[in-house]
């Protein structure tokens, strides 16, 4: 499903259904394919959660080593928090609370 998400900070995650009859609820966890970056992230929904599931593995490959990203509001887009280089889309996104891990 379609949808566009926004990260609310202390408040959970924004999920806004697209389509004829948008609907909106909150989150705590929500796992992403075939994403966009712009103001919102848009992609594909494959899991969501009410709770916040943090990722705890080191091993290789394991979502905590995956990049960051962080939306900036004065440029109106999400950059790297490590390189602070725009970031317009991703195979794989994992947000939980006000972190965006990427792939």
Aim: proline fraction near 3%.
């Amino acid at each position: 499903m379609k949808v566009s998400v926004r990260s609310m900070r202390g408040k959970g995650i924004s999920i806004k259904r697209l389509g004829r009859k948008p609907q909106q609820h909150m989150a705590g966890t929500v796992v992403m394919k075939a994403v966009r970056f712009g103001r919102t992230i848009m992609g594909d929904v494959i899991e969501e959660s009410d709770r916040v599931i943090l990722p705890k593995s080191d091993d290789m490959m394991a979502i905590r080593n995956w990049p960051t990203a962080r939306f900036i509001a004065s440029l109106g887009y999400y950059i790297d928090t490590d390189t602070h280089e725009r970031v317009n889309s991703a195979s794989f996104v994992y947000l939980v609370d006000d972190k965006v891990y990427y792939w």
